[in-house]
């Protein structure tokens, strides 16, 4: 008989849920943007600076919002981890003050420089990791109940034990791992570089940070899978700590001092870092080459709003209106997903 | 007693409803009389909360009519029910634990004055409550918190609500499962003192026995379909299970072979967790598929769960291989290599928004890893390369969010990810909810292929077709207890729904 009589050619059915291209695109475009989109932020803004100013472009301001960036830096990537779990450690900025004192005091009483530094790190491990365990031993119902008791407690003790007085005047040799320079290159700069390489390599490579990512994407179903979910997060937590300890060294160095008020509100300044360096609040999502971005953006913004002489006060403004717009794209992006989820039921 | 002659308080006709295709209610007719107790029964999925969500205004029918007291009326939400009289008394209660009783019954209304502030009447409140508990027979201070009350004066809250709102028709959506027997025995001559005032009452329920205790009429849906309405004077309880299932008997019994060895695999003995299950006897061989029957809430999902290290038994012993093995954590269960495929794969099984081969690695990464820490891309490449092509999983690349896969896609991601971590005894909770036709079979024929393996198989379903069509053996659970067993040559869908609803089998 005639072709038209034929059977329409079968098509393969489409399984409900495929996507079709379009939603195939859109989801590409969100990708690409979650990936670059701190990183065009930062070169928009540099562009900018370096027409707007003269000075924002000479190796010397450039190394400077690098050291500047440092401590920020070393908070943000601990709080990084914690905030890929679906946590929040308030707690980073009183640790790294009541590090940098009693960091202050064994260098003051004598105590080998190198001895000190670990002593310190060690302390920033025990608060982080006491963090961890009040969450997941006494199943406290959020991380933020936790770390804003230690924060209180670190920053309490930081005044105790100081009695409130900056200790300064701190051994030569201890003071390179702050001020320091090799081949002008500051010494914390190189430190940020390790250091992220190496937990760079630690939450891509391993399967340590494979479990933190499957924990923030889906806590049950981690658990499930048999991932020691509890221990898991107790190290995020210790790793935070150590890394705000980490933070305090530099500072101590970079500043000459050990101070109880050192690291005020700088958990704050740690999660904003995390959220514009593409990050998500809901888990599961965020890397370490963002998290860079989000610091030195935070960094380049306070460096050329003070070459504009931009007064402190509205550079406040500037950032919290940049966190803001931050967090929206993540929104969007999290109302394109349940779009889609909605679209295929 | 409800008279044979009255009008119809609610008299729903030719209501058919379908989501996204699938037709759910197919012209179903159904109606209620003043002062009746009318029971609606059917197996899971026969469309009874469908068209009780219909009546209450939750979903809207895409055609059909509602006549109310012999007027056609159009409800559409929840409030205009609450308006013409009415109510349902939810599964899961939905009351505020955090306010007390007398502010539950009149949530969302309460009396208050008519000056600008509009401060609300408590003594009202609490006096009205009260009177409201006590016509149904129970004495209960308005003061407390709900959070406080058990379950059964929760539900006792919801009845108070529902009078307080002159409901005159009651849904009650299976409130027994969570009852205990004298909790239920009370609500029996609660549902009596409602009848004598004239309140007519919807029961909805799987327990057969109960319904000829407590209901005047019963009506059966399958598939969406009504199938018969009588008397309940007039019906055995066999009679219904006959409804409800449809088929003749052993009209499916496919031919495989059992591969079940002599080797036994898992044996649990006397597994007890309060309130869920309790002296749970059962052993699994090598090779062998046990399929778990039971109705929603008999307590299966739990067993597995628990039986898994997810949840907290009390009592009991297991054994793997014949030795003594303890279980408290998931940690435990995947290292003595069990599985557990759960109920909720989006919510238990999977991360979404991770790739297909981070989902396969998820319980074997450590297997896979260099030194157990470092990640080996390539053999995770290899591995989830060869079984997506194994398990013809749908998908452009193995780097693909699995939240893009389709239901059976998704479910095939699960299973492969307990391939990949070589378990020995797999844990099928609801294998097939919500999956097409076509990755059914497949995952059928996946499952068949374990078993020849020789990995040990329980297999949790709701499906009466599902568990005759795999299932070597089959344990019936009814009210956390396993309320017998069924060799496949015994087993119908009859005595299965036997059992589960809480009956034997002579």
Redesign the interface.
């Known amino acids: 008989m005639s072709d038209q009589s034929a059977a329409p050619a079968r098509q393969e059915p489409q399984p409900i849920g495929e996507q079709t291209s379009p939603a195939r695109w859109r989801l590409a475009r969100a990708n690409l943007l979650r990936r670059f989109a701190p990183l065009l932020g930062l070169l928009v803004t540099s562009i900018a600076l370096s027409f707007l100013s003269p000075y924002f472009l000479t190796f010397d301001n450039l190394i400077n919002i690098f050291r500047q960036s440092s401590v920020n830096a070393l908070l943000a990537l601990g709080q990084l981890l914690v905030i890929i779990t679906a946590g929040i450690d308030l707690s980073v900025g009183s640790i790294l003050g009541l590090s940098c004192v009693l960091l202050a005091m064994m260098l003051k009483a004598g105590v080998p420089w190198a001895v000190s530094v670990l002593a310190a790190i060690a302390i920033g491990i025990t608060l982080g990791m006491a963090n961890g365990l009040l969450l997941t031993k006494l199943r406290l119902p959020h991380p933020f109940i936790p770390t804003l008791g230690m924060m209180n407690v670190a920053r309490g003790l930081a005044f105790v034990i100081s009695g409130g007085f900056p200790i300064s005047e701190l051994p030569e040799g201890f003071r390179f791992w702050g001020a320091g320079t090799i081949a002008y290159i500051p010494v914390p700069v190189i430190l940020i570089v390790v250091i992220y390489a190496l937990f760079h390599i630690f939450l891509t490579r391993t399967t340590l940070g494979r479990d933190v990512y499957a924990i923030g994407g889906n806590k049950q179903a981690a658990m499930l899978s048999g991932i020691p979910v509890d221990r898991r997060l107790t190290m995020v937590y210790a790793l935070s700590g150590g890394l705000a300890a980490v933070g305090a060294v530099v500072l101590a160095g970079r500043l000459n001092s050990g101070f109880p008020l050192a690291g005020d509100g700088a958990e704050l300044d740690a999660i904003a870092a995390v959220i514009i360096g593409g990050a998500s609040f809901f888990g599961g999502v965020g890397t370490v080459w963002g998290t860079l971005i989000g610091a030195l953006i935070m960094g380049v913004l306070r460096n050329g709003l003070t070459l504009l002489n931009v007064s402190p006060n509205w550079q406040k403004v500037v950032i919290g209106a940049v966190i803001v717009a931050a967090v929206w794209i993540d929104v969007l992006r999290q109302r394109g997903k349940g779009k889609r989820r909605l679209f295929r039921k | 007693m409800a008279t044979q002659d009255s009008e119809p308080l609610l008299r729903m006709e030719h209501i058919t409803k379908s989501f996204?295709g699938v037709t759910v209610l197919d012209d179903v007719c159904f109606e209620v009389r003043p002062g009746e107790v009318h029971a609606l029964i059917g197996e899971n999925g026969a469309g009874k909360s469908t068209l009780m969500k219909i009546a209450t205004g939750a979903y809207r029918a895409d055609d059909g009519q509602i006549f109310w007291k012999d007027r056609e009326v159009e409800i559409k939400s929840p409030h205009q029910a609450h308006q013409l009289g009415i109510n349902i008394v939810h599964q899961e209660l939905m009351l505020v634990p955090q306010l007390s009783v007398g502010e539950n019954v009149f949530l969302g209304r309460h009396p208050a004055g008519r000056a600008f502030f509009r401060w609300v009447r408590w003594r009202e409140i609490h006096g009205q409550s009260k009177s409201l508990l006590e016509d149904l027979g129970h004495r209960l201070d308005p003061r407390r918190l709900v959070g406080e009350l058990s379950i059964a004066e929760q539900q006792l809250v919801e009845i108070a609500r529902a009078l307080a709102f002159r409901a005159e028709l009651i849904i009650m959506d299976e409130p027994t499962s969570p009852l205990s027997e004298h909790e239920t025995t009370r609500l029996f001559q609660t549902i009596s003192g409602l009848k004598a005032r004239g309140v007519s009452i919807v029961y909805i329920s799987h327990r057969l026995k109960e319904i000829h205790e407590v209901a005047d009429r019963v009506t059966v849906l399958r598939d969406g379909r009504h199938i018969v309405t009588r008397p309940v004077r007039d019906t055995s309880a066999a009679d219904l299970v006959r409804h409800m299932v449809g088929r003749e008997i052993g009209e499916q019994f496919s031919d495989r072979q059992s591969q079940a060895t002599a080797e036994e695999a898992l044996r649990v003995e006397g597994l007890t967790a309060g309130g869920k299950f309790s002296d749970i006897n059962f052993a699994v061989r090598r090779g062998e598929i046990v399929g778990l029957a039971g109705l929603v809430g008999a307590g299966r999902t739990e067993l597995v769960e628990t039986l898994?290290g997810?949840g907290e038994a009390e009592a009991g012993r297991v054994f793997l291989d014949g030795k003594p093995i303890t279980i408290r954590?998931?940690?435990d269960?995947?290292?003595h290599q069990l599985a557990?495929v759960?109920d909720d794969r989006k919510?238990?099984?999977?991360?979404?928004?991770?790739s297909v081969r981070?989902n396969i690695?998820?319980?074997a990464?450590?297997k896979l890893?260099r030194w157990?820490?470092?990640?080996n891309a390539t053999r995770e490449k290899e591995l989830a390369g060869r079984l997506t092509r194994e398990l013809r999983i749908?998908t452009p690349n193995i780097e693909q969010p699995v939240?893009?896969?389709?239901?059976?896609?998704q479910q095939k991601v699960v299973l492969a990810?307990w391939l990949s971590?070589d378990s020995k005894v797999f844990i099928l909770d609801e294998p097939t909810r919500g999956i097409?036709v076509?990755?059914k079979a497949e995952i059928y024929d996946l499952i068949r292929r374990l078993a020849q393996r020789g990995v040990a198989i329980i297999l949790v379903s709701s499906e009466l077709e599902e568990i005759l069509h795999l299932a070597d053996r089959i344990l019936v659970m009814h009210r956390g207890r396993i309320n017998g067993e069924l060799s496949r040559e015994d087993a119908t869908e009859e005595r299965i729904m036997q059992l589960a609803t809480g009956g034997d089998i002579n």
């Open positions: 996204s898994f997810a954590t998931p940690m269960a995947v290292r557990l759960a919510a238990k099984g999977l991360v979404l928004g991770a981070f690695a998820l319980a990464s450590n890893a157990r820490l470092f990640l749908k939240m893009y896969l389709s239901g059976g896609g990810k971590a097409d076509g990755s």
